[in-house]
């Protein structure tokens, strides 16, 4: 054991823990970036599974003119071939490649179940079929012709392409996204048409800057389609340097219903936007009254998108409407835009527009002139192949001889020195050019020689022979300016990149773009009196907090229904386009739109779930809001303040806290004052009373207040602003009103004890 560890001991390399954890850490970063997160700029894939699945399509034989194979055979080919994962992985990445509503162009055809723009999953592997789409066709186009470098696969039995030849940048076409270790990537699509039009200005003028190629390349061409309503100059920065972001919205349109009444109907959505979740955002927006002039939805998609959206009103602007959908939900989006590639495979770096189109440009002459160089090694093989069919036809009779008599007739064919061949011909126009060359055979030309047919023997064939020779020559001379002249390059694959625009660019089907660009056009807040017709409503709202609107000046008397045990409590005369407001015994007021209120039908809704009322806090207060009227508020301590009205409208469900309030003290008065008010009345549990005048108190936005009345025992229990003239008025046990004209003696300082209230004064210690 001893001899066991101290060998190794000796093995053992010791090394700092900071130093072995950040170069295995940067080894793994190093992998995420470069294999599995950013995409390469020359073939537009971010991640090896895209290659393995194309290309295993094409090993599979499952071209676009070929008959669709199930996906499980291709996710099981893949699998055991090239990317030794889980099939699941490998069928969801090989179902996007395939989604029409994710992919501008999509690069697998898929027959079946393959999700859907509501989020929906696609069907089991075993369910669907797909084959490769013209398009990824044309992204392997080449590969046979050592256009690109192959490694091997992950057991070194085969080998797969480290990159796609690529006929079009795909990189742009059909973006990408993905986030790495420190850096992240996200391309949106773009129009096919467009950046075939900005590659070949840019192989026109190599110089060209990144302005200029906006005149080609508009903007994001999405698959969903949409409104772009991000501003030029800001587009053109975005490309410039490589980040930004893009505002996205909903392409919509008003749908006449007649006698006045319209919908609006929203026919495509903003890119990678789910329809199911964006319907279930715009269902809150009603349900909440976050947007009130918005009725109800429908979704009357079927293939196409179509979401009809139904107004409130027939008074509601259109525009007004959408402008608060769009600031509400994911009918606006932003797409961010962050250009961070792979240059040559290996170094990530965020590029410009032109930045990339160039890595595309460069990477398309590398594969011309690999194409072009295995031409002409074919080109070569085929020359020596038929200068040894020449020398045969021509020493027919000597090579008969030799194949059969001689016991090794390759190695005699190879020996003979055929420099000194007599050319047989019947006349001048039959004879045949000897091929140049040393005089012998090399071993190809022998092994074409003896696995030649005999049918090929015929005098035909030795015109054939010459003519194809001569025009491979021909062609070997073109092939050899052409690696040898960059005009030349770039004439070539501009007339490549003109062809495959013509097969499918804009007039092709689903070539044309689909995103529109428009003005965002900011839409200034309307009241929202000005959006819902003005119609009178009585609301009523019950002991319990169940509130409704009935339609119509209700007679205040009349006698309403509620739930069992429950009874009225606040019954008044509003309009629909009134505020209301309510005040709770936490201080806090809150706003609530009449016109969002339920009908009067059935027996109305909490209006707890209309804002965020605690359970333990009660509401003291309802009515609608009146512009200029000033508030008393008051607390059970005995402080209290003036407020305007427009100091208390709450802008969000949680109310505004006016009364700030200590400990378990709670607010117990909230009453308006008239014009001509000009004296307080105060009453506490001691049921004495104090009056003082109206100036003594302070108007504040919010805040505790100052203390009306000096209690010993007990606290505050109402107050109430009136006109010393008219006297002080309430109603004694027997239901009667009556008014006390006679007041000095209850009439003080402001935060004194008062004195016991008059004969006949309620026992409930409330004014009327």
Not at 45 to 56: E, S, T, V
Not at 82 to 98: F, Q, S, T
Not at 722 to 749: C, Q, V, Y
């Given at each position: 054991m001893s001899e066991q560890s101290d060998s190794f001991d000796e093995k053992r390399e010791v090394e700092p823990l900071s130093r072995a954890i950040g170069t295995r850490y940067l080894q793994y970063a190093l992998s995420t970036i470069m294999h599995r997160a950013l995409p390469d700029a020359r073939d537009g894939?971010?991640?090896?599974?895209?290659?393995?699945?194309?290309?295993?399509m094409r090993e599979l034989r499952a071209n676009f003119e070929r008959r669709h194979r199930k996906s499980a055979k291709?996710?099981?080919?893949?699998?055991?071939?090239?990317?030794?994962?889980?099939?699941?992985?490998?069928?969801?990445?090989?179902?996007?490649?395939?989604?029409?509503?994710?992919?501008?162009?999509?690069?697998?055809?898929?027959?079946?179940?393959?999700?859907n723009i509501d989020g929906d999953n696609p069907a089991a592997s075993?369910?669907?079929?797909?084959?490769?789409?013209?398009m990824a066709e044309a992204l392997l186009e080449g590969l046979d012709e050592n256009a690109v470098d192959f490694r091997p696969n992950y057991d070194g039995t085969l080998s797969e392409p480290e990159v796609l030849a690529a006929a079009?940048?795909?990189?742009?076409?059909?973006?990408?996204?993905?986030?790495?270790?420190?850096?992240?990537?996200?391309?949106?699509?773009?129009?096919?048409?467009?950046?075939?039009?900005?590659?070949?200005?840019?192989?026109?003028?190599?110089?060209?800057?990144?302005?200029?190629?906006?005149?080609?390349?508009?903007?994001?061409?999405?698959?969903?389609?949409?409104?772009?309503v991000e501003p030029r100059d800001s587009i053109a920065e975005t490309y410039r340097t490589g980040r930004g972001a893009f505002r996205l919205r909903a392409k919509w349109e008003v749908e006449d219903q007649g006698r006045g009444s319209w919908v609006i109907v929203v026919t495509e959505i903003?890119?990678?936007?789910?329809?199911?979740?964006?319907?279930?955002?715009?269902?809150?927006?009603?349900?909440?009254?976050k947007v009130p002039i918005l009725a109800d939805l429908r979704d009357e998609s079927t293939e196409d998108i179509r979401i009809v959206l139904e107004p409130r009103s027939r008074n509601v602007d259109p525009e007004v409407l959408m402008g608060m959908l769009f600031r509400n939900s994911d009918l606006e989006t932003r797409f961010s835009l962050n250009m961070n590639v792979l240059i040559d495979g290996r170094v990530p770096k965020v590029c410009s527009l032109k930045d990339v189109l160039r890595a595309f440009l460069d990477h398309r002459r590398e594969v011309l002139i690999r194409r072009t160089e295995h031409r002409l090694g074919k080109i070569d093989h085929r020359l020596e192949v038929l200068e040894g069919f020449l020398i045969a036809f021509l020493n027919l009779d000597r090579v008969i001889d030799i194949i059969r008599y001689d016991a090794d007739p390759k190695a005699a064919l190879m020996r003979e020195d055929w420099s000194r061949t007599f050319i047989r011909a019947t006349s001048e126009a039959d004879y045949l050019t000897p091929p140049a060359g040393e005089g012998e055979l090399t071993e190809t030309q022998a092994d074409a020689i003896l696995n030649m047919r005999l049918r090929s023997l015929r005098r035909l064939e030795e015109m054939e022979l010459q003519r194809e020779r001569d025009a491979l020559m021909e062609e070997r001379a073109g092939l050899e300016d052409l690696l040898e002249t960059d005009?030349?390059?770039?004439?070539?694959?501009?007339?490549?990149?003109?062809?495959?625009?013509?097969?499918?660019?804009?007039?092709?089907?689903?070539?044309?773009?689909?995103?529109a660009f428009a003005e965002a056009g900011d839409i200034e807040d309307v009241p929202l009196e000005a959006m819902i017709e003005r119609e009178p409503i009585t609301v009523v709202c019950s002991a319990m907090g169940w509130v409704r609107a009935v339609k119509g000046h209700v007679d205040l008397g009349t006698e309403m229904k509620f739930r069992d045990g429950d009874t009225g409590r606040f019954l008044f005369h509003a309009e629909?386009?009134?505020?209301?407001?309510?005040?709770?015994?936490?201080g806090r007021f809150y706003t609530i739109q009449a016109s969002s209120l339920p009908g009067g039908?059935?027996?109305?809704?909490?209006?707890?779930?209309?804002?965020?009322?605690?359970?333990?806090?009660?509401?003291?207060?309802?009515?609608?809001?009146?512009?200029?009227?000033?508030?008393?508020?008051?607390?059970?301590?005995?402080?209290?303040?003036?407020?305007?009205?427009?100091?208390?409208?709450?802008?969000?469900?949680?109310?505004?806290?006016?009364?700030?309030?200590?400990?378990?003290?709670?607010?117990?008065?909230?009453?308006?004052?008239?014009?001509?008010?000009?004296?307080?009345?105060?009453?506490?549990?001691?049921?004495?009373?104090?009056?003082?005048?109206?100036?003594?108190?302070?108007?504040?936005?919010?805040?505790?207040?100052?203390?009306?009345?000096?209690?010993?025992?007990?606290?505050?229990?109402?107050?109430?602003?009136?006109?010393?003239?008219?006297?002080?008025?309430?109603?004694?046990?027997?239901?009667?009103?009556?008014?006390?004209?006679?007041?000095?003696?209850?009439?003080?300082?402001?935060?004194?004890?008062?004195?016991?209230?008059?004969?006949?004064?309620?026992?409930?210690?409330?004014f009327t």
């Open positions: 894939l971010k991640h090896q599974i895209h290659r393995r699945i194309l290309f295993a291709i996710s099981g080919d893949v699998m055991g071939n090239y990317h030794p994962h889980g099939d699941a992985a490998i069928y969801d990445a090989m179902a996007r490649l395939a989604q029409d509503f994710n992919l501008r162009y999509p690069l697998v055809d898929g027959q079946g179940n393959f999700g075993r369910y669907t079929e797909a084959r490769m789409t013209a079009f940048p795909n990189l742009l076409a059909n973006g990408a996204s993905g986030i790495a270790v420190g850096m992240a990537t996200n391309i949106p699509p773009h129009n096919l048409d467009e950046l075939i039009a900005a590659c070949l200005h840019l192989i026109k003028t190599p110089d060209a800057r990144d302005e200029t190629l906006l005149n080609y390349i508009q903007g994001p061409d999405f698959p969903t389609g949409g409104v772009i903003p890119f990678q936007v789910q329809k199911s979740k964006l319907i279930e955002k715009l269902a809150e927006l009603i349900q909440t009254k005009d030349l390059q770039w004439g070539r694959i501009a007339e490549e990149l003109r062809e495959f625009r013509k097969k499918f660019g804009a007039s092709a089907e689903g070539g044309a773009r689909r995103t629909t386009t009134d505020k209301l407001l309510a005040f709770a015994s936490n039908r059935g027996l109305g809704e909490p209006l707890r779930l209309m804002v965020d009322l605690p359970n333990e806090a009660e509401i003291l207060a309802f009515f609608p809001y009146q512009a200029g009227v000033k508030l008393l508020l008051a607390s059970y301590a005995g402080d209290g303040f003036l407020v305007a009205q427009d100091e208390v409208l709450a802008q969000t469900r949680t109310g505004r806290q006016v009364l700030n309030l200590r400990d378990d003290v709670r607010a117990v008065v909230c009453r308006s004052l008239a014009a001509e008010d000009d004296h307080v009345a105060v009453v506490g549990e001691n049921r004495k009373v104090l009056i003082f005048p109206l100036d003594e108190l302070p108007e504040l936005g919010r805040g505790k207040g100052v203390r009306l009345q000096k209690y010993k025992d007990g606290g505050l229990v109402d107050a109430r602003g009136f006109r010393l003239a008219d006297g002080l008025s309430w109603s004694d046990p027997a239901g009667r009103t009556r008014t006390e004209m006679e007041l000095d003696e209850w009439i003080g300082k402001r935060a004194t004890a008062g004195r016991m209230a008059p004969r006949g004064f309620p026992r409930d210690n409330r």
